[in-house]
């Protein structure tokens, strides 16, 4: 395995991930919010689940986005 192109290819995966993870959770916060189903929520709670089914990986992050 090269280390060095591992490592590139991981950078390169993660930032398509958080640009678009980010893009997608905006315009579904914002569709929510004008469908009304966000009145009286300071918080929303997340979660994020990674799957690498040939390295055997599900790693799951959980947390909250902050609306006030």
């Known amino acids: 395995m090269n280390e060095e192109a591992l490592n590139m ?3 390169k995966f993660l930032k398509v991930v958080g640009v678009t993870s980010q ?3 905006e315009k579904a ?3 929510a919010e004008a469908a009304g ?3 009286g929520k300071p918080t ?3 979660q ?3 799957t690498i089914a040939e390295a055997g990986l599900t790693h799951k992050i959980d ?3 902050e609306l006030e």
């Open 63 to 65: 947390g909250t986005i």
């Open 9 to 11: 290819s991981l950078r």
């Open 37 to 39: 189903k966000l009145k």
């Open 23 to 25: 893009q997608e959770i």
């Open 29 to 31: 916060i914002r569709a």
């Open 48 to 50: 994020m689940v990674l």
């Open 44 to 46: 929303l709670k997340a």
